[in-house]
């Protein structure tokens, strides 16, 4: 027995050391005809790696998910650049696609209903038709739709990871928490941002130099995930720790601050709206911290205002005259520049869908690879897209798959705003912060044509789907248990 043994791990060592020599030739080989091929050998091999590897792909995929939620803009051309540039994202995410295919096809299959398939199906093959037309450029112009794939990528992965007995909703929660906090610290640079663009890499993007740190685009959006998961989970969590519970406090109050600095109106707006839908939900535990952190802010702001001190915001100073433009522009009043993106907006969905009525579109969309607005910005830059996720994707597939996918979106989300009320999920409750977040946002930004807000979204929801409908199962489970043993 023992002398098996042995000659099993002798074998094992001969495989490897022939394995090692075959390699090290080839790649002598490839070295001496030319790098590239040395490159694309190696690429070949890092991706049987992580198609193969159990723990490897899902560190990646969420070292990939940070990256893109704090770095935002400045990781999103980062990738192989061949003919044309594909970006790391789409990198990880065809990966995880071959993984979820070979693994765990039939998971998804039974969570995922089919309309949406059909959606994303749709979208790729016209995708696929508007690049033998149009060039690589088509591609940039679906990426949307490309992304959104990771919410089957997210869900199959964290499938795998609870078949292996992992704590599925406490790993998560963990990550949220890590990943939110390094985005509240980058977040601090918002104020002077050179000390990050001054030592960052700069590299060529679509239309302009992209510098790698420093660009905020979206942490607005994040940092109000930040408030909410700290007033939902962590205060609940941490009822007995005064001191981080201050902590807490704190970071949520100076989140607050770094969003009326960034000036967002939709993300002002949305935080307004989630007092509200708190208040209605009858969730004042959660609410009253919303209302406490506003108000101490407000006050601040009004104190600041009295003494004459000049704080200095993205579209101006904070004094009365700036919140009276602020306030007006959001429904396109006012005397300031503010309000004119209001009526700009108006007119491209306006001329869109005319020009759609004209073209007999309405149906079919317009396809990739042309713009849906022709646009150019006060620094030169062409703007391909109406500023609106809703017409963004009329304008591309048609309003079919438009309606099929708003509809699916808000099913998902009614039935995680019913978890949440009929079982106090805290998953739940995420997915309805995002989902609310992203729906709302869609309407008046670009939300779901842009990668570090796509890639951040899709994958978080899939993860998010996948870990609710493990809890709801079991939370059943012992409801009807109970339910049992009182009849017994």
Not at 97 to 124: E, G, H, M, Q, S
Not at 313 to 328: A, S, T, Y
Request: glycine letters at 6%; charged letters at 15%.
């Amino acid at each position: 027995m023992k002398y098996y043994s042995v000659s099993i791990s002798n074998n094992y060592n001969n495989t490897t050391l022939i394995l090692s020599v075959v390699i090290s030739i080839i790649v002598s080989v490839l070295v001496s005809i030319n790098h590239k091929l040395f490159i694309i050998f190696l690429g070949i091999i890092v991706l049987g790696i992580l198609i193969k590897s159990r723990k490897l792909y899902i560190s990646v995929l969420l070292t990939i998910i940070s990256m893109y939620l704090v770095l935002n803009q400045g990781i999103t051309n980062v990738g192989v650049n061949i003919t044309f540039l594909i970006p790391i994202g789409e990198i990880v995410l065809g990966i995880g696609l071959i993984r979820c295919i070979t693994n765990n096809l039939k998971v998804f299959f039974n969570r995922f209903k089919f309309p949406i398939l059909i959606v994303f199906t749709y979208a790729i093959t016209l995708m696929i038709y508007s690049f033998v037309k149009y060039g690589a450029i088509a591609f940039r112009d679906g990426v949307g739709f490309i992304e959104a794939l990771y919410i089957f990528v997210t869900y199959s992965e964290f499938n795998m990871l609870s078949n292996r007995g992992i704590d599925i909703e406490n790993f998560i929660y963990r990550f949220i928490r890590i990943v939110l906090n390094t985005l509240f610290i980058y977040s601090l640079f918002y104020i002077n941002s050179s000390i990050l663009t001054n030592i960052s890499p700069i590299y060529k993007g679509y239309q302009k130099d992209i510098y790698l740190l420093g660009n905020f685009n979206s942490i607005h959006t994040w940092l109000l995930v930040l408030i909410i998961y700290n007033t939902s989970i962590v205060l609940s969590k941490n009822k007995n720790k005064i001191i981080s519970r201050m902590l807490v406090h704190i970071q949520s109050i100076i989140s607050l601050l770094l969003i009326l600095i960034t000036t967002s109106r939709v993300v002002i707006i949305l935080y307004f709206l989630f007092i509200v839908l708190f208040i209605l939900l009858k969730r004042m535990d959660i609410a009253k911290y919303l209302i406490a952190y506003v108000t101490m802010l407000g006050v601040v702001a009004f104190i600041i205002i009295g003494l004459g001190i000049k704080l200095k915001l993205r579209r101006g100073c904070l004094d009365i005259q700036f919140l009276k433009e602020f306030i007006l522009s959001s429904v396109g009043k006012g005397s300031s520049g503010m309000s004119d993106g209001f009526y700009q907006r108006i007119y491209w969905n306006m001329n869109l869908i005319m020009e759609s009525v004209k073209n007999n579109q309405v149906l079919t969309g317009r396809g990739f690879g042309i713009p849906l607005i022709n646009f150019v910005d006060s620094q030169g830059y062409l703007v391909r897209e109406p500023h609106n996720s809703y017409m963004s994707i009329y304008g591309r597939v048609g309003i079919i798959a438009l309606l099929t996918w708003s509809v699916c979106m808000i099913r998902m989300l009614i039935n995680s705003l019913k978890n949440f009320i009929n079982y106090d999920n805290k998953i739940s409750l995420l997915i309805v912060v995002f989902m609310i977040i992203g729906l709302f946002t869609g309407i008046v930004e670009p939300f779901f044509e842009l990668p570090y807000y796509t890639i951040v979204f899709y994958s978080l929801l899939g993860m998010l789907l996948y870990c609710e409908g493990d809890k709801i199962k079991k939370l059943r489970r012992v409801i009807k248990n109970e339910e049992n043993n009182i009849y017994i």
